[in-house]
């Protein structure tokens, strides 16, 4: 079993930066892909971005804003969001799978493993 709980939302002016974390508790969490998703009201929850072994992937709408790290040995994982818009405001969920296929890994249904979310709102 991993528990996900993750930390960072908040308010930011369109621009700015925020930086989310994602603590996992378990064991062997290195042999999790984890992965970043959001959600936004009324809307399915959408892939951001994901670590499957040692390879990272982006959305299209996040590369070269967002950039997703891992501490295999704090058992984090970060995601540091730059350049935001009111685009990218969202409920942001930590996720991770053991068994996640690289050609599934954007897909929220491949994970078993969930965080409770943080709210990210990016307004003036």
């Known amino acids: 079993q991993l528990q996900l709980v993750e930390s960072g939302g908040g308010l930011v002016k369109p621009g700015g930066s925020l930086r989310l974390s994602c603590e996992a508790s378990?064991?062997?969490?290195?042999?999790?892909?984890v992965a970043w998703f959001r959600q936004t009201p009324g809307k399915e929850r959408e892939f951001v971005t994901g670590?499957?072994?040692?390879?990272?992937y982006y959305a299209d709408s996040v590369k070269g804003r967002f950039t997703m790290t891992r501490d295999n040995a704090q058992s984090t994982v970060a995601l540091q969001m730059n350049s935001l818009t009111p685009d990218d405001t969202a409920v942001y969920y930590c996720?991770?799978?053991?068994?996640?296929?690289?050609?599934?890994?954007?897909?929220?249904?491949?994970?078993?493993?969930w965080g409770q979310g943080t709210q990210v709102s990016v307004s003036s």
């Open positions: 996720a991770a799978s053991q068994t996640v296929i690289t050609s599934r890994i954007r897909s929220p249904d491949a994970y078993n493993f």
């Open positions: 670590i499957k072994m040692g390879n990272t």
């Open positions: 378990g064991s062997a969490f290195r042999r999790y892909a």
